[in-house]
C-alpha cells in the first residue's frame, strides 16, 4: 500500500495570502494524485487531478505540482471562500488519501 | 448534472448490519465504476471499496479494514449501488459517500461527483 503524509496538518492564514501544502507519498505514483477540497458538512469536491491539472470551473489561484513521490497545492490569494479542509489522494494504485490540512483564518 | 443520493445510515448496535444505499442519477449508471469513502467523525477520508462497471465485469474491491466484512453491490435497472455492512465496530462510524471514478486520458481517475453522504453511527 501506498501511504500519504501530508504537512501541515493545520496551518493559519488571512485573506490575499498565499499558502502551500505538501503531500509525500511512501513510493512513486509518478503523477497520479489528486487534490480535493471539503467544507464542514459537506461532500469533498475536487480540486486538482493528475498533479497539475484544474478541472473546469476550478479558481486559477489553485495549482498543483510535483511528481514522483512529493507534491505540493498552491494557493495564491486566498479568498474567504477558501478557509477549508484539503485532502491529497494518489490515483496510481488502490485509492489512499492524505490526513487532510485545514487552513484557517488568522 | 450528476445527482447521487445516499440512503440507509443510522444507529446500529456493534456487530449489527446495516445496507446504505446511493441512486444515481444523470450518468450511464451501468458501466460507470462506483466507489464508498467514508471519514470517521473529526477524521479524513478513508476509500472503504469500489466496484466496476457491468462492462468490465461488476468486480468488487475493498479496504483491508472492511474486507470481509462489506460488500458492494449494484443494480443496474435501477442505478443503485449498494454497501452491506456487516460485523459493524464503533470504528465504522462516520459519514458513507457515495462517488463515481471519473477518467482523464484513460488512465488518471478522480472522484469528481459526490453524494451529500449518510451517517451510519455504532453505538451500544
Known amino acids: 500500500d501506498v501511504q500519504m503524509t501530508q504537512s501541515p496538518s493545520s496551518l493559519s492564514a488571512s485573506v490575499g495570502d498565499s499558502v502551500t501544502i505538501t503531500c509525500r507519498t511512501s513510493?512513486?505514483?509518478?503523477?497520479?494524485l489528486n487534490w480535493y477540497q471539503q467544507k464542514p458538512g459537506k461532500a469533498p469536491k475536487l480540486l486538482i487531478y493528475a498533479a497539475s491539472t484544474l478541472p473546469s470551473g476550478v479558481p486559477s489561484r489553485f495549482r498543483g505540482s510535483g511528481s514522483g513521490t512529493d507534491f505540493t497545492l498552491t494557493i495564491t490569494s486566498l479568498q474567504p471562500e477558501d478557509f477549508a479542509t484539503y485532502f491529497c489522494?494518489?490515483?496510481?494504485?488502490?485509492?489512499?488519501f492524505g490526513q487532510g490540512t485545514t487552513v484557517e483564518i488568522k | 448534472e450528476v445527482q447521487l443520493v445516499e440512503s440507509g445510515g443510522g444507529l446500529v448496535k456493534p456487530g449489527g448490519s446495516l445496507r446504505l444505499a446511493c441512486v444515481a442519477s444523470g450518468i450511464s449508471f451501468e458501466n460507470a465504476w462506483m466507489t464508498w469513502v467514508r471519514q470517521a467523525p473529526g477524521k479524513g477520508l478513508e476509500w472503504v471499496g469500489r466496484i466496476k462497471g457491468n462492462s468490465d465485469g461488476a468486480t468488487t474491491d475493498y479496504a483491508a479494514p472492511v474486507k470481509g466484512r462489506f460488500a458492494i453491490s449494484r443494480d443496474d435497472s435501477k442505478n443503485t449501488l449498494y454497501l452491506q455492512m456487516s460485523g459493524l465496530t464503533v470504528e465504522d462510524t462516520g459519514v458513507y459517500f457515495c462517488?463515481?471514478?471519473?477518467?482523464?486520458?484513460?488512465?488518471?481517475?478522480?472522484?469528481?461527483?459526490w453524494g451529500h453522504g449518510t451517517l451510519v453511527t455504532v453505538s451500544s
Open positions: 489522494q494518489q490515483c496510481f494504485t488502490t485509492p489512499a
Open positions: 513510493r512513486s505514483v509518478r503523477d497520479y
Open positions: 462517488s463515481k471514478y471519473d477518467w482523464s486520458d484513460g488512465e488518471y481517475y478522480f472522484f469528481h461527483s
